[in-house]
């Protein structure tokens, strides 16, 4: 479902928007949400790297013969 919603953009924004939705031959709204979308992409992947680096350093070794129980209720 869309929500309809109105924003105020920098003319410099506006004419760039306006040219990737002329580029891509959709509609302005249509562009923001694909640049909206792609941004959500980016932030969960940088969100899961984060994640798996700070799990890395979690157990010593590469955790494939440890009792997960014993290491997680010591």
């Known amino acids: 479902m ?3 919603t109105q924003i105020m953009l920098e003319e410099a924004q506006h ?3 306006s040219e990737i939705a002329r580029l891509k031959g959709i509609s ?3 562009a923001i ?3 909206i979308d792609e941004k959500q ?3 969960s992947l940088a969100q899961a790297d984060g994640a798996l680096e700070i799990s ?3 157990v010593e070794g590469d ?3 440890i009792h997960h129980d014993e290491v997680l209720y010591k």
């Open 33 to 35: 949400r694909q640049l």
């Open 63 to 65: 955790g494939g013969d």
């Open 28 to 30: 302005l709204s249509e």
């Open 56 to 58: 890395r350093g979690a």
């Open 41 to 43: 992409v980016q932030i």
């Open 15 to 17: 004419r760039f928007l």
């Open 2 to 4: 869309l929500v309809r």
